[in-house]
């Protein structure tokens, strides 16, 4: 792998690595049920990171895909990528699903964590909103796999085809025992215009 392809893969894990660990870290500091305390049929919420580690890799996840498609897929809208194979194309895609996915659960389960207020279950009971477990979690492993498909989908890529220069046809003298290797012909400058 050439220097552009070790850095772009390099840049990708670390920011994949970052989105996820902050996804993680908001599922360990999220609000649970038994921190929260009911008074005057109002939810009183502690104060939790969780809100802002969602949003950090939820956006850090969506530069990730930008980052991969801007090198992987191209600028335009459904352009392919003349030196992509199929495989290289799949791993693309399940990227952007994959991003689109971990961006979700992040953004709800960020805006969940904190929501105010609560309600009056059918049982006749107050109950407080609260993010379900591993919401964080699976948007955080969503976000390194999309990093993980994106590496794939680069290295799986063709080289790009490079067009190779001929040297121009020399025409060297009819004859039995002429090699250009052993006696090359002399370079005769030519002049412009030629004189008459």
């Known amino acids: ?24 870290v908001g599922e360990f500091t999220r609000v649970k049920a038994d921190d929260i305390t009911a ?22 996840a969506i530069i990730t895909q930008i980052y991969i498609s801007l090198t992987v897929g191209g600028t335009r809208c459904c352009s392919k990528n003349p030196n992509a194979s199929p495989i290289s194309n799949s791993f693309y895609g ?12 992040l953004f709800v389960a960020a805006a ?23 919401i964080f979690a699976a948007g955080a492993v969503l976000a390194l796999l999309s990093a993980v498909f994106g590496i794939a989908a680069y290295v799986t890529a063709a080289p790009p085809t490079t067009e190779t220069t001929t040297n121009p046809a020399v ?14 012909l002399p370079f005769l400058p030519q002049q412009y215009p030629p004189r008459q």
Not at 6 to 12: L, P
Not at 175 to 184: F, H, I, L, T
């Open 39 to 60: 008074k005057n049929d109002e939810c009183v919420y502690p104060s939790s990171p969780a809100l802002a580690l969602g949003i950090i890799s939820a956006v850090i």
């Open 1 to 24: 792998m050439e220097g552009k392809g070790v850095i772009f893969c390099a840049i990708v894990s670390v920011l994949g690595i970052i989105s996820a660990a902050t996804g993680l």
């Open 171 to 184: 025409a060297y003298p009819v004859g039995a025992n002429v090699d250009p290797e052993k006696s090359p």
């Open 112 to 134: 969940l964590n904190n929501k105010e207020g609560g309600q009056v279950d059918s049982y006749g009971y107050f109950t407080c909103y609260v993010v379900k477990p591993g």
């Open 94 to 105: 399940l990227s952007r699903a994959a991003t689109v996915i971990a961006v979700i659960l």
